[in-house]
C-alpha cells in the first residue's frame, strides 16, 4: 500500500484485540519516528514504550479522553525538548509513526487531553521536557477498523494564488 | 514504495528543476493535506497554491532561510486558524504532502524563517489565521535528491517502561 493510500486509508482506533504488539512491528513504528525531519534536525523527541499493564491502566486513568489507553497492549509516550517549541516537529513524528503503524495493521490514536504532569512523574520524564501525547497502540477491532471518515473537499481548503481563489477555478 | 520505507528515503530539498509540477501529483499532494486527523476533525488548514513565477520570487525574497522559494516551479503556503493552538495538526497536514510528493518524485522542505505578516499580506490570508510555512515543491536536482541524512540511534531516544532504561535492555 502506497503513502496516499494509507493516509486516506488510515483511521483513528480506539478498541484494540488483546494480542500484543509483534516487537518487528513495535521496532518498525520507532523507526518512522526516529527518521522523521525536524528543525535544524534537532530530533527532539523521546520514546517510550509501555506495556505493563498496571501502568497502562494507571495511563489511561490520567486520560481524561483517552482512557482507552488502559485497554491498549501498548503505549508510546512521546516527550520533547530542546526545541522551541518542539510540538511541531513532535507532530511529524506522531504522524509518521501513525502512518508506519497502520502499514503494520495497527491502529492508534492522538489523545489530547491527558493528566500530563502526572504521566511525566509516572514515567520518570525529565521536568524540563513536554509531554506531547500518549499514543496507544494495538490490533484495531473489525469495527474500528472498518471506520468511515469526512473530510472537507478539496475546493473549501486549496486555493489558487491567493486565498479565496478557489481550486475548482484553477487548470486543474 | 511503503510507508516506511518512504519516511526512511525522504530528504529535505531545496534545488529543483525547472519542470513543472505535473496537475495530477498537486492533487495527489493536496489530498494527502486534506485526509490528515485532526484534533476533533476542525481540519484547520488552508493550501495556497501559487505557480505565478513574480510571486514565487517575491515569497522567496521574504524568507530569510528559504530563498530556495524563488527557484521552485510551485510552492503551497500553509495556513491554518480556529485549532487551538493549529501548528500540531497542521505539523501532521505538512508530514502528510511532504511524503506524498516524495511518492510522486517531487521534493519539498520546511522553511522557517518567512516573514509571515508580509507573505499573508501578499497572498490575502485572513488577518486570523496564522501562516504555519511555505512549501515549495519541484523535482529534486541529482544532488539534492542524492543527500544523505543522519538521525540518532534509536537506543538514544527509545525507552522501556521509564525513561532512561534503555530500549537495548528490553526483550527486542
Keep these: 500500500m502506497g503513502v496516499l493510500e494509507t493516509i486516506r486509508a488510515r483511521v483513528a482506533v480506539r478498541e484494540f484485540l488483546p494480542e500484543a504488539v509483534p516487537e518487528a512491528s513495535l521496532r518498525r513504528v ?38 482507552y489507553i488502559g485497554g491498549a497492549p501498548l503505549a508510546i509516550a512521546v516527550a520533547a525538548g530542546g526545541a522551541k517549541p518542539p510540538v511541531f516537529d513532535a507532530a511529524r513524528a506522531i504522524e509518521n509513526m501513525e502512518l508506519a503503524a497502520w502499514e503494520e495493521g495497527l491502529g492508534t490514536c492522538y489523545v489530547g487531553q491527558i493528566d500530563r504532569d502526572a504521566v511525566k512523574a509516572l514515567l520518570g520524564i525529565p521536568a524540563e521536557m513536554e509531554l506531547i501525547t500518549v499514543m496507544p497502540f494495538g490490533f484495531p477491532t473489525p469495527a474500528a477498523k472498518g471506520q468511515t471518515k469526512n473530510r472537507k473537499a478539496l475546493a473549501e481548503i486549496a486555493h489558487r494564488e491567493r486565498y479565496g481563489a478557489p481550486w475548482s477555478a484553477g487548470k486543474g
Tied chains: 1, 2.
Design 30 to 67: 520507532l523507526e518512522a519516528g526516529r527518521w522523521t525531519p525536524s528543525q535544524r534536525n534537532r530530533q527532539p523527541w523521546h520514546f517510550i514504550v509501555v506495556e505493563d499493564r498496571e501502568r497502562l491502566r494507571q495511563i489511561g486513568a490520567l486520560a481524561p479522553s483517552g482512557g
